[in-house]
């Protein structure tokens, strides 16, 4: 058995990098990487992805450290996955300029009997149809994140479909929920989603921050404004794995505990952007979390008004 | 004398509009005339503005009725302004399709003796040069909010730079700030108009809320989710003058009461993009009001974390 209460299973890459901040070559990266990293912040996370023979043993020892439980990385002969991208202007938006799947490209994720029963699960971005083999593996209902991309929402639509029934909260951003429900109002997008059956919807809007959506009520946090944003890659992994680090922690998905969830994952991914790769959210202690979480109430209170 | 506490300076317009949810003909429309309505709600305003002999009485009426000041509303031979323009898809852009500048054209705002003390001034978008030749016209120095947009950032830079450096609130959309400071970080951009003179700046995002940005605290505000927006129109004009109404209304101008006055202009915002024109927000009133503040609250509340 482990002692881990969240899995998370994603890409794991070595990316390069340019933003008008700088430019960095084959560093750390991928959806599970960024998320597990957020997650050990506030829980015991195991990670679940495959690497190649070209994976740097540095790396394995920065996730050891963060005493992420390793038991499911795979090392299959071949290249890693990576990532080229760029980044302009206000960095809203990623330009890539070369995908090389790698051994990610014939990645089925492995899930021993010991980690079966882990009670929090995120599905990262990938093939809904390992999303949906996980998800068969899994036993005791455990509580469910997945993530998307347009990528899938127009190429494998029914898989998908079946996806998003099965989680109890979808992680999607503005325009994706949008697509996914060929809705122009983001309130009538999220009220689809969840007429399919998750609990929560919680909608990604980068720089502008995240919203959740739950059939009566609401919550919303802004992104923390920040001078130094050198480089956004992950700041969507990070913000999901923080938030269900906070969930794992807290054990139980009520209003209270998803909001709090909602403002662990802003204030990493604020970390995040910061620097290139996970340099920045690698060194995150309690203390900073505890500033960042104080300054977003701070950004956000407001005395009753005078009517 | 006049009883009001806010002048509010603007176009006043007939719109043809069309959106996915309906369309509708030479309807009232204008800055001053939204921010002359949503300041209402709070305190009593003043407008200046211009129309032409075709502008139709029963507006005339309307603004009455909710005790706006209109010694100043200037009647012209000629038409009235008159935009035309449409929204599509998530409605976050309007189309222009024609503009008719008719008598607003030719206007230079004018104010009698009588209203050249009013304590605080709202100058909604309109040339520069204008914008500086109410400023020299008021006496007692007045807490003034000006608003642009990037035909002035382009077109008049000097005497844009003028206006900002005698103001003390800039209201900007995020693209503007960085186009005004030829910064790609909203933080520095909001930063460097700081160093200008303001002591606050107003960046609104539309759909995304609204951040306020001061020497040294922040405030942001999101946007309420709408199941029903059917006309984003006068929106950003209406948070203005519900902002400078509220601030109108409280006399001074600290932290808690700017950070209320987004608030305020979020509220009644929420209420005009709701239906056509003025049709939502001319009927709203004080329980409609402290419904969407309690709203605003609950949108953005969370409890301490559990770190």
Known sequence: MTDSSLLIVGSIGLDTVRSPYGQVENVLGGTAIYA???????????LVGVVGDD???KHVQLLESKNIDLTCLEYTPGKTFHWKGYYEGDMNAAITED???GVFGEFSPKIPESHCSIPFLFLGNIHPQLQLDVLNRMEGNPVVAADTMNFW????????DQVVRRVQIMLVNDGEAMMLTKKTNLHDAADSILDMGPKVVVIKKGSHGATLFAKDWMFTIPAIPLRTAKDPTGAGDTFAGGMMGYLAK????????????????????SYTVEDFSLNRLAAVDREAIRDRVDLLRDLTSFEPLDL
């Open 99 to 101: 995908t090389q799947l």
């Open 36 to 46: 597990s990293c957020a997650a050990s912040s506030v829980c015991s996370p195991a």
């Open 55 to 57: 994976f740097p043993q």
């Open 250 to 269: 807290t054990g139980e998905l009520n209003p209270s505990n998803l909001r709090r969830s909602l403002v662990m994952g802003t204030v990493l991914a």
């Open 153 to 160: 929402i127009n190429g494998t639509p029914e898989l998908l």
